[in-house]
């Protein structure tokens, strides 16, 4: 039975990393085909020849880091690589918990640590290249390890108690694994640009001038109650700009990146406001919460049914069934019914992403909302013709295209 799972196992794992390298052929060809009418005009000639060349040489790096952690993971599992982790956490301790806990942590650290030269590469050579890397190296050796440190006390927190509960009551610990990932999820919705976002980056009050009082003035207009508007210094990694919302009720706030408000006139960045209220008039981030936590709970229940089964650890080459050793190999079993769940979410989230537009577009002014993403997108090298099966695939917003067509459509 286990030499069953085992091939189930490796024939998943190369069938999603064979899809990944059909969809980036796909999106490779589609890149070189002439914009439609609606982008022409978006890039000048030399600019879209490096938006091009960007596009490629991130394909070529992620094709490259992709094919080097897939034969990495491959000799892991042909090389009996998880049992030696297992037997490396097993000599440290014999509590279930804490030798859980060992074993994922060498497995995160190791992994980090194998694909940091690609990271410093991306960072340094790539993005220095096209003119977008801002981050220092000191930047970068600290964001590491904060990183690290987060994801040992945060994940090892959550990872450790929901091994707990699968080994005080194995029936039924999915119900508090689920109760754990859901109060987290909640309070991080709530907190993170508190207490996640400083460690990182600096937030500061929008200052008072015409920007604050045109956003004032808009969100005055629709009822919506605005206390919070803050900037972040983006460009302390990178030229590429971002405005996102975040928080729940009371904790609510608006961040823009200062790249943002360097690229853009007040108009077209009240017009990016209008989006993202659209966003909370919709109820989108309580609806995209709820979604993640029903996922979240029959991803666990799943979990429950199969991870105690003996042949997912023989399969690893571990005879001794463990929670951390069934998990490696649910994980690459479960992906196909994760990857069906993506792209309903994804389905989803484009829709959403529609409905803001509307909002943005019947509440504010439309070309401006245009010009802001056509701005945003030259400054950011994007990709204005991807492959429409690479979009389904992989984008949670619509394209550029789509996006223009829809405004243009509701405005007539």
């Not at 919506?224 to 590429?240: A, C, Q």
Request: net charge neutral; hydrophobic share 45%.
């Amino acid at each position: 039975m286990y030499n069953t799972v085992f091939y189930l196992i490796i024939g998943i794992f190369l069938f999603d990393y064979l899809v990944e390298l059909y969809l980036n052929y796909l999106n490779g060809k589609q890149r070189e085909l002439p914009l439609p009418k609606e982008l022409q005009g978006v890039y000048d000639d030399e600019k879209l020849k490096k938006a091009i060349e960007y596009d490629k040489t991130n394909v070529k790096f992620e094709t490259l880091t992709g094919s080097f952690n897939t034969l990495l993971i491959l000799l892991m599992f042909f090389a009996g690589g998880f049992a030696l982790v297992d037997q490396w956490a097993g000599n440290y301790t014999e509590n279930m918990i804490f030798k859980g806990l060992i074993f994922f942590g060498i497995l995160g650290f190791a992994s980090d640590i194998i694909n940091t030269p690609f990271s410093i590469y991306h960072t340094f050579v790539i993005e220095e290249r096209f003119g977008f890397n801002k981050t220092t190296p000191k930047t970068f050796i600290l964001d590491k390890i904060k990183g690290w440190v987060l994801s040992a006390i945060l994940g090892g927190l959550i990872m450790g108690l929901v091994i707990w509960f699968y080994y005080e009551n194995m029936t039924y610990f999915w119900l508090y694994a689920w109760g754990l990932v859901t109060l987290f999820m909640i309070f991080f919705s709530m907190f993170y640009s508190n207490l996640i976002v400083p460690l990182f980056n600096k937030q500061t009050p929008l200052e008072e001038g015409e920007l604050k009082e045109a956003i004032n003035q808009f969100a005055e207009k629709q009822n919506f109650k605005l206390s919070n508007i803050y900037t972040i210094d983006g460009s302390k990694r990178s030229t590429k700009a971002n405005a996102y919302f975040s928080g729940l009720g009371a904790k609510k706030r608006i961040v823009l990146y200062d790249t943002l408000i360097n690229d853009l006139s007040t108009s077209e960045i009240v017009a990016v406001i209008a989006h993202e209220i659209g966003h909370y008039k919709h109820k989108h981030t309580y609806k995209s919460m709820v979604i993640s936590v029903i996922q979240t709970g029959f991803t666990l229940y799943i979990l429950s049914l199969l991870v105690s089964n003996p042949a997912l650890s023989e399969a690893l080459g571990v005879n001794q069934p463990s929670f951390h050793i069934g998990v490696i190999a649910f994980g690459i079993l479960y992906s196909p019914i994760s990857t069906i769940m993506g792209l309903g979410l994804n389905v989803l989230s484009r829709k959403f992403e529609y409905q803001a537009d509307e909002f943005a577009t019947v509440n504010s002014d439309s070309d401006s909302l245009i010009s802001s993403l056509k701005k945003l997108s030259v400054n950011n090298l994007s990709n204005l013709n991807p492959h429409p099966w690479y979009v389904f695939f992989h984008y949670s917003h619509p394209t550029l295209l789509q996006r223009i067509r829809g405004m243009k459509k509701i405005s007539k």
